[in-house]
């Protein structure tokens, strides 16, 4: 497979990895995803698309695609930032999902479990963290690899432009 046609399965394979990794976190070691979580999940969907469409593509096309790619990459890292600032408490979360349910006085048991949410969901201002003794939250890991990941795929899709 020649380098062509080899770039676009490679940026498919690492924009679907961050995805499939984090739905191998909630099984092991079972950390619950927030709203905002879930959102940094499907511009890597789109991204692995793209990047399978430019695999596909006509060459003066798959330039264009592998940019569209490094953009929707760019943003799951737009919403891992905004992520990480709710975490640290920088700004409050813009998702009613990422609110923690509130007690209210006078709030009985059975409205309590009325209002449950059908799946478990976790307040996103609560970091999730991977290895213990790292700093770094999941969010913010992902926030890294998504920049690294946006800047290196918008740079072949510059260098795909000039051949």
Not at 69 to 82: E, H, N, P, Q, R
Not at 113 to 126: F, G, I, R, S
Not at 132 to 138: A, H, I, N, Y
Request: glycine share 8%; net charge positive.
């Amino acid at each position: 497979m020649n380098r062509v046609m080899a770039l676009p399965l490679i940026i498919a394979i690492l924009a679907a990895a961050a995805p499939l990794a984090a739905m191998g976190f909630e099984y092991w070691p079972g950390l619950a995803p927030c709203a905002l979580c879930l959102w940094q999940r499907w511009p890597y969907w789109v991204a692995a698309g793209l990047a399978l469409l430019a695999l596909a593509a006509p060459p003066r096309w798959r330039a264009w695609l592998l940019g569209g790619v490094g953009l929707a990459i760019a943003v799951s890292a737009a919403i891992a930032a905004l992520h990480v600032g709710v975490e640290q408490g920088w700004w409050p979360s813009p998702l009613p999902a990422c609110l923690a349910p509130g007690v209210g006085a006078g709030t009985s048991v059975d409205d309590l479990l009325l209002n449950m949410a059908p799946l478990p969901t976790k307040p996103c201002d609560e970091p999730a963290y991977l290895f213990p003794g790292l700093p770094l939250s999941v969010a913010a890991m992902n926030l890294i690899y998504a920049a690294l990941l946006t800047i290196w795929t918008l740079r072949q899709a510059l260098r795909e432009r000039r051949f």
